[in-house]
């Protein structure tokens, strides 16, 4: 049966459509990125996805590359949109922007390190293997930004032992390890903006426990902010590299998985992206 998208540079992606919400994953993970790395092929590894989702006939071309079917194939992977944005341009050209756009001016260092999918010891148990991973994890000396990067699902609420931490507690229990100033530390949760954003718009999603809605942004609500988080959105990010000429591939890239959102099968009948303005909690 199989299936094609088009690129944002114009490369066609063969792959294939589940069954039933037509959600297009690619035969070749590496398609949907720009360039591999480490972290990412160890996400293809790891991250397995459901191969019965999709028609029969695909299922050997879907599984050839790993020997299994993974969630980064899928146009809904919010690793790939990670890898991509945050492990394929240079940080410190834009990062200074969102940190001061999301939480505030502050005198932060200029040069950061960005770890990918890093497990920390978990805080009931003390085991790593099982403990928390965020997305991204920016340090630099004393301070220390944990990233949860968010597509299209909610925010896990039933984290922890007894199951009552959220993500957003989790991130903030990782960003006060090791020597973290009492200062220096908090939460960053990106997520495309409210039009794009179904747990935005249900009101008993775990993510609204956290954020309120404005515009094309969000505020962050007392629950947020004792935990030190913020949230941006993908588009207030896509604003920032387009003012980097250096990072035009990373833009057309973002614009591209974006349009795919509400049109996952048919690109050409993608949503307007709405216009980002800066909103602080």
């Not at 360039?35 to 160890?42: A, T, Y």
């Not at 969630?71 to 945050?86: A, H, L, P």
């Amino acid at each position: 049966m199989g299936n094609s998208i088009t690129r944002f540079d114009g490369r066609q992606i063969p792959g294939s459509c589940s069954r039933g919400s037509s959600v297009f994953a690619a035969f070749d993970w590496e398609d949907m990125v720009l360039e591999s790395g480490q972290p990412i092929r160890e996400k293809a590894v790891s991250e397995r996805g459901r191969i019965t989702d999709f028609p029969t006939e695909d299922r050997d071309r879907l599984t050839a590359k790993l020997g299994h079917y993974s969630k980064v194939q899928s146009s809904k992977s919010e690793d790939t949109v990670t890898w991509n944005v945050f492990g394929a341009t240079t940080l410190d050209h834009w990062i200074g922007e969102l940190l001061e756009l999301g939480i505030g001016p502050a005198c932060r260092p200029s040069t950061w390190n960005a770890g990918f999918w890093t497990r920390m010891p978990h805080p009931d148990t003390g085991m790593r293997q099982h403990g928390p991973e965020s997305e991204v994890s920016l340090t630099a000396g004393a301070w220390r930004y944990e990233f949860e990067s968010k597509w299209l699902q909610d925010l896990d609420g039933k984290q922890g032992k007894d199951r009552q931490q959220s993500q957003i507690s989790m991130r903030a229990y990782c960003a006060q390890q090791g020597d973290v100033h009492p200062d220096q530390w908090g939460v960053v949760v990106i997520a495309p903006s409210p039009p794009l954003y179904p747990p935005a718009r249900k009101a008993s999603s775990v993510f609204r426990r956290y954020f309120q809605p404005e515009g094309h942004c969000y505020r962050a609500l007392p629950a947020a902010s004792a935990l030190r988080a913020v949230a941006i959105t993908w588009e207030q990010i896509l604003a920032m590299l387009k003012n980097h000429p250096s990072h035009d591939m990373v833009a057309a890239y973002l614009t591209w998985r974006l349009k795919l959102v509400a049109a996952p099968a048919d690109p050409a009948q993608s949503p307007r992206l709405p216009k980002s303005s800066p909103t602080r909690p």
